[in-house]
Structure formats: C-alpha cells, structure tokens
C-alpha cells in the first residue's frame, strides 16, 4: 500500500514526460457524492489502464484485469498489481477475489473494469459492445458508474509493436450515472447507455 504512493507519483512523471496526457473532467468525479464508484472506460490499448491510474489519482483503487495485461512484461505486471489489480479468470479462487472487491466497492472503494471485457480492434471512435458485469456490480452496490472516453492510447503502443512510443492520449472522464433507485427497465438499459455516452464524445 505504501509502495502504491511512491509508485504513483513516478508513474505520473514518466507517463507525462514520455506521452502527453491530457485529462478533461476531473470535476465529474466530485459529484460522486459517495466514497464508492465504478470507473467504466472503453479500452483500446493494453497500457490503458495506467493512463487511468495516473489520470485519477488519489487513493488506490481496484482493478479488474484479464491474465493478458499482466504477460506484457514483467515490470507493468508488477506496477500493475501494485496499483491494486486484480487477475480475472474465473478461477475458484479468483471468484472469491471478486466478491471481495464487490464487498470493498459497497464500503467506498474505487473499481474500475473496462465493460468490454477486451480491446476494440475497430477503427478509432469506435466501442465494442459493453458486457453486464461492471454494471451489475454497480446496480448491486448501488454506487455511481463513471463512463470515462479514451483516444490515442492505441497508436502509442500496440501500433508499434507493443513497444511504447511517445505521443498523445486523450481521457475524458463523463458525469457520474446513478444506478441507486434505477427501475429494472433502467438497469436492463444501463451497459448500453454507458456504451452511448461514450461513443457520443468520441465522435
């Protein structure tokens, strides 16, 4: 955990040195009124979810990630465990992994998962279809789900190679949707209405 804090602030400065971050919408993360939320962004790059680290900020929080990310290389592997993520494989004991960050998300943790389960190999702009999962978690929960628009970040790595290179990534993060109270038309409705919004900014 203490490591997370001198990890994140070196994190902050090689990712800004080496691409140019921009982030637009920190303010939509205020309005989560509660200490618990469900970050929700489309995923085009493998090196995705350290732009979103490093773009929150702040407290830890929990990631679901599938076994891929964590066979890039060692040392992401490692940041990335260390900045709280977890491997999802559907394992016994990785199931039980889950229910216990669905239980840290319902005392105000922070979890995020990209809804498509994968990356989109469309042309950019685009969104793959968003699975139930996350937004189940947050319907259970009862916390916010925040979408978040990512560009960019697949032409610094996996159109190179797999190998980093420097250039630009661009992160919105969207207003907060309430999932406590929702009617079951509503949840029903949910994924693709976080698909959409979404979708809506990157085009």
């Given at each position: 955990m203490v490591l997370y804090y001198i990890l994140l602030p070196l994190a902050w400065i090689v990712f800004h040195?080496?691409?140019?971050?921009?982030c637009i919408g920190r303010e939509n993360l205020k309005k989560v009124r509660t200490n618990g939320c469900i970050i929700a962004p489309n995923h085009v790059s493998a090196i995705d979810p350290v732009f979103i680290v490093v773009t929150r900020w702040g407290r830890?929080?929990?990631?679901?990630?599938?076994?891929?990310?964590?066979?890039?290389?060692?040392?992401?592997?490692?940041?990335?465990?260390?900045?709280?993520?977890?491997?999802?494989?559907?394992?016994?004991?990785?199931?039980?992994?889950?229910?216990q960050t669905v239980e840290k998300c319902r005392n105000g943790e922070t979890l995020l998962i990209f809804p498509e389960g994968t990356r989109y190999k469309g042309e950019e702009g685009?969104?793959?279809?968003?699975?139930?999962?996350?937004?189940?978690?947050?319907?259970?929960?009862?916390?916010?789900?925040?979408?978040?628009?990512?560009?960019?970040?697949?032409?610094?790595?996996?159109?190179?190679?797999?190998?980093?290179?420097?250039?630009?990534?661009?992160?919105c993060i969207l207003p907060p949707i309430r999932t406590a109270g929702m009617s079951k038309a509503e949840q029903k409705q949910l994924p693709e209405a976080g698909r959409q919004t979404i979708l809506a900014k990157l085009k």
């Amino acid at each position: 955990m203490v490591l997370y804090y001198i990890l994140l602030p070196l994190a902050w400065i090689v990712f800004h040195i080496g691409f140019r971050v921009e982030c637009i919408g920190r303010e939509n993360l205020k309005k989560v009124r509660t200490n618990g939320c469900i970050i929700a962004p489309n995923h085009v790059s493998a090196i995705d979810p350290v732009f979103i680290v490093v773009t929150r900020w702040g407290r830890r929080m929990v990631v679901f990630a599938k076994k891929e990310l964590f066979e890039i290389n060692a040392l992401l592997a490692w940041f990335f465990r260390c900045c709280g993520a977890v491997c999802v494989r559907g394992t016994k004991d990785e199931m039980a992994a889950i229910e216990q960050t669905v239980e840290k998300c319902r005392n105000g943790e922070t979890l995020l998962i990209f809804p498509e389960g994968t990356r989109y190999k469309g042309e950019e702009g685009g969104v793959g279809e968003f699975k139930n999962g996350a937004f189940r978690i947050a319907v259970k929960t009862g916390v916010p789900v925040v979408p978040v628009a990512v560009t960019g970040a697949r032409a610094l790595f996996e159109n190179n190679g797999n190998r980093c290179h420097p250039g630009r990534v661009h992160i919105c993060i969207l207003p907060p949707i309430r999932t406590a109270g929702m009617s079951k038309a509503e949840q029903k409705q949910l994924p693709e209405a976080g698909r959409q919004t979404i979708l809506a900014k990157l085009k």
